[in-house]
């Protein structure tokens, strides 16, 4: 796997560069101080992955992210900074890791080799259905939940799209309010047993969880409300009125998808 790395700091950069060095697989095409010759060398030398620095002078890595998506969709984003306040927007970036300085070698090693194993897995195909019941299917095979409160979890992510979730704001929505002390640790069970679950599909990188900030990648999802959103007809046309029927939560978004097709069949 070929992977680039981008740090500011030289020392950061030599010693990030020999930890990438005796992982077996691993091939660092080049290693830069400074975004723009890093991405001028990416788009000729598409890599598999890289490594990037945040703050750093004239353009930080968010923004480098951002580009080096924009050439090549399928390359895998790992941040490794000094500061834990960017971690949510770079998940929102589908960042695949999030490591703080100071790091070790093991922490690279085990951020690299969960990159092979998402390069192995890149043909996967997550459909969700929103009209009518909720169900997901990895690969066209139906995804099975330890409980049902999963699923409504992962239903609700999907509902609110990119927008991030707090522990009050899914209790409200799930528990209708009921914020006590046995139904914030049940909460805490249902997110557990939800991440292993997504993480036995191969699929766990889209969760995005960070300090009390929970979401998905929805990027990563086939989805026929988000068809819907982005205005395919064929979507359009096959809401029947009917979304996420098994969850009363879900009431304002039909009312919200009726308005759109109503107004899509005047």
């Known amino acids: 796997m070929k992977i680039i790395l981008v740090d500011d700091d030289f020392a950061s950069l030599r010693l990030i560069t020999g930890f990438c060095s005796m992982i077996p697989d691993i ?13 001028r060398f990416a788009k000729a030398n598409p890599p598999d992955a890289a490594i990037l620095d945040i703050i750093m002078p004239v353009q930080d890595g968010i923004t480098l992210a951002d580009r080096l998506y924009e050439t090549n969709p399928d390359i895998l984003i790992f941040f ?4 834990e306040q960017f971690a949510l ?10 490591i703080t300085k100071p790091y070790s070698f093991s922490d690279i090693f085990e951020a690299l080799e969960r990159a092979k194993l998402l390069c192995s897995r890149k043909q996967l195909h997550i459909r969700v259905r929103t009209f009518g019941h909720f169900d997901i299917f990895v690969n066209d095979t139906l995804l099975y939940f330890p409980r049902q409160k999963c699923k409504e979890l992962l239903a609700f992510f999907v509902d609110r799209r990119s927008g991030a979730a707090t522990a009050e704001q899914i209790i409200d929505a799930l528990w209708e309010g009921r914020y006590d002390d046995s139904v914030r640790a049940y909460f805490h069970v249902v997110l557990r047993d939800l991440k292993k679950t ?4 191969g699929i766990e990188q889209l969760l995005i969880c960070n300090r009390n900030q929970n979401a998905i990648n ?5 989805c026929d ?13 096959e809401f029947n009125y009917e ?9 304002p978004t039909v009312a ?3 308005k759109k097709k109503q107004d899509f069949v005047q």
């Open 27 to 39: 091939v660092v095409s080049g290693s830069f101080s400074n975004a723009e010759d890093a991405f």
């Open 218 to 222: 929805p990027t990563m999802l086939d």
């Open 225 to 237: 409300y988000y068809r819907f959103l982005d205005g395919d007809i064929s979507a359009i046309l």
């Open 256 to 258: 919200i998808l009726t």
């Open 89 to 98: 927007s770079a998940f929102r970036r589908r960042a695949v890791s999030y």
């Open 243 to 251: 979304y996420m029927v098994d969850y009363s939560w879900a009431e």
């Open 198 to 201: 997504l993480k036995c599909a």
């Open 80 to 83: 490794a900074t000094a500061s």
